[in-house]
């Protein structure tokens, strides 16, 4: 199975930003009665070079994707400084290419982020190993047409996809004693850049308008995961549940934008008010969009769909006492095109993502980030040379004063005291750090 490397819920109402402005001070935030978190970041810069085929694919695919060994032991590495991993993800707009694929001389790259937490006191005595193992998503593309084309009428576009190798490998974690940390996508098939190649030869758009499908595509994801040094009794079991980010597209002169939702609160409460953890939330490419077309005016809206994976201790399987709360804030970073001798000398796109800072002020007051999710949302800034602001969903989570996830280990820990009787006010919107002029 693939190639294997080892070395009481919180709520707030949305809060609509008045305005993209500079970030000002971060926000006060309330006490907490338990440790707080202390972040590591590591960037990556890893390619898209190399072809490999894995015991799970099919015996004449080959798949292009990242080479584990170009980020694992630095990964690894941090074990052994007394820190566990919590995220890894791609940073936006890191993608770059470089060669010409037409000659078969192509190289991508792709910038990412891993992002740790140091052991807690009551972890001390834990000692775990880093593993990540190779993983497929398979792919398939549709669309179907209704109405008349030029006065009222419709498509239904999108993708389906098959996530059973993640489930398996899900399960041969769980079965190993391991635990769940993070899912993300890694590579791509090379059957995607021969079906684009197709698409200009019209075989793949043949297909589409005889049969409503595309060619299926392969894209490659890497699955971290923890191991015990030492021999564990304790297993932990996984629910992967489907929760979908609706996206609806509105036009405004001179720009449209994307507005999505998701109902992150009513499934973490659900989950979390009964014990379980949130591990990731993994989108896993499954698309579905309606176009709606009225004379010149179009309705959109878009559904991606969500993976999210919870995980339980299995001797505390039917044990719904609540450990974790969780909560969601709201961070825009920006994109920024600049152009080089009035467009003749070329142009650069720069990144800023800005969330260490969110999250390590989160981090103080205990919460654990658990994913950075980005949304189709954004406004731009500016007529020449624009800023492109685009909205992101960073999703926390942190242990209930007083609660301990460890097995064995006492609760007792520094407890501060809140300044104020009465609940703990909840985390402001990240839409709270932006002012209006």
Not at 113 to 123: A, H, N, S, W
Not at 218 to 237: G, K, L, T
Not at 427 to 435: D, F, R, V, W
């Amino acid at each position: 199975m693939g190639s294997t490397q080892s070395k009481g819920q919180t709520k707030r109402a949305p809060v609509q930003a008045r305005a993209l402005q500079p970030r000002i001070n971060l926000p006060e935030l309330p006490p907490y009665q338990g440790y707080p978190i202390q972040y590591h970041h590591i960037i990556i810069n890893a390619t898209l070079d190399v072809q490999a085929h894995f015991s799970f694919m099919a015996p004449n695919m080959s798949i292009q994707a990242t080479n584990v060994e170009q980020y694992y032991p630095q990964l690894a590495a941090m074990y052994d400084q007394g820190y566990k991993m919590l995220v890894f993800v791609s940073l936006p707009g890191s993608t770059k290419n470089y060669g010409l694929a037409s000659l078969g001389q192509s190289q991508m790259t792709i910038k990412f982020q891993g992002i740790f937490r140091k052991l807690l006191p009551e972890e001390m005595g834990q000692q775990w190993e880093l593993r990540v193992e190779k993983s497929t998503l398979i792919n398939q593309m549709f669309m179907q047409w209704s109405g008349n084309l030029f006065l009222n009428s419709g498509s239904h576009t999108g993708s389906m996809t098959d996530n059973n190798h993640i489930f398996q490998t899900l399960n041969n974690i769980s079965q190993n004693g391991g635990r769940l940390i993070s899912v993300e996508l890694t590579g791509m098939a090379g059957q995607q850049m021969e079906m684009q190649r197709q698409m200009m030869q019209g075989h793949a758009q043949r297909q589409l308008w005889s049969t409503g499908t595309m060619p299926m595509m392969q894209v490659a994801v890497d699955v971290f995961y923890e191991i015990p040094r030492q021999p564990s009794s304790e297993r932990y079991v996984y629910q992967v549940v489907s929760c979908p980010m609706q996206s609806t597209f509105q036009y405004s002169f001179p720009h449209g934008q994307f507005h999505s939702v998701i109902n992150w609160e009513a499934i973490l409460t659900q989950y979390l008010g009964t014990g379980w953890k949130l591990v990731e939330i993994f989108e896993d490419y499954s698309v579905s969009s309606m176009t709606q077309m009225s004379g010149f005016s179009s309705n959109i809206t878009q559904n991606k769909n969500c993976l999210w994976i919870f995980e339980k201790p299995a001797s505390r399987l039917n044990d719904n006492t609540p450990y974790y709360e969780g909560t969601m804030v709201e961070h825009w970073f920006k994109t920024k095109t600049e152009l080089h001798g009035m467009g003749f000398g070329g142009a650069s796109v720069n990144v800023t993502t800005d969330w260490e800072p969110v999250i390590e002020h989160f981090g103080k007051i205990g919460w654990q980030v658990v994913r950075i999710l980005e949304t189709p949302d954004s406004r731009i800034e500016g007529a020449f040379n624009p800023t492109i602001h685009t909205r992101q969903m960073i999703f926390f989570q942190r242990l209930i004063a007083g609660k301990s996830d460890v097995a064995g280990a006492s609760s007792s820990q520094p407890q501060p005291q809140p300044e104020a009787t009465g609940d703990p006010a909840p985390p402001p919107s990240y839409n709270e750090l932006y002012a209006e002029k």
